[in-house]
C-alpha cells in the first residue's frame, strides 16, 4: 500500500518561497505518478502539478507557472514555491499511484490512490 507524508508547510510572507517535500513508501514499481494539490476551505481540491518520475515533463495549471516547480529524488517529492501570493494559501497534498491510468487526466483526485493527510501554507501579508 502506497503512503505519502507531506512537511514543509508553513506561513510566509507574501512574495516569499517555501518548499515541501512529500515522502512515497510502498510501491514496487520503479517510478510512479505524483501529484501536488490544494485544497481552500470551502473549494474543492485543486491540481497543481503533476510528474512521472520515470521521466518527461512536468505538468503544471496555469496559475502556478513560472513560480512552483515540481521534482524528485529517489522516493521523495517536491515543490518548490516561489513569489508566493495570498492565493497560494490553503491546505497542501500530496498524491501518487504507481499506474499510468492511460486517459485520465492529471488534474483529476481519482486518478492517484495514495494520500497525505496534507500540510497548511499560510502566505500573508
Known amino acids: 500500500q502506497m503512503i505519502t507524508r507531506e512537511s514543509g508547510g508553513g506561513s510566509v510572507e507574501t512574495g516569499g518561497s517555501l518548499t515541501l517535500s512529500c515522502v512515497v513508501t510502498g510501491y514496487t514499481t520503479r517510478s510512479i505518478y505524483a501529484a501536488w494539490f490544494r485544497q481552500v476551505l470551502g473549494k474543492e481540491r485543486e491540481a497543481l502539478a503533476a510528474?512521472?518520475?520515470?521521466?518527461?515533463t512536468a505538468n503544471y495549471i496555469d496559475s502556478v507557472k513560472g513560480r512552483f516547480t515540481i521534482s524528485h529524488t529517489k522516493n521523495t517529492l517536491y515543490l518548490q514555491m516561489t513569489n508566493l501570493e495570498s492565493n497560494d494559501t490553503g491546505t497542501y497534498y500530496c498524491?501518487?499511484?504507481?499506474?499510468?491510468?492511460?486517459?485520465?487526466?492529471?488534474?483529476?483526485?481519482?486518478?492517484?490512490?495514495?494520500w497525505g493527510q496534507g500540510i497548511q501554507v499560510t502566505v500573508s501579508s
Open positions: 510528474i512521472y518520475t520515470g521521466g518527461g
Open positions: 498524491a501518487a499511484d504507481r499506474l499510468s491510468k492511460n486517459g485520465m487526466s492529471w488534474q483529476r483526485a481519482e486518478r492517484y490512490n495514495a
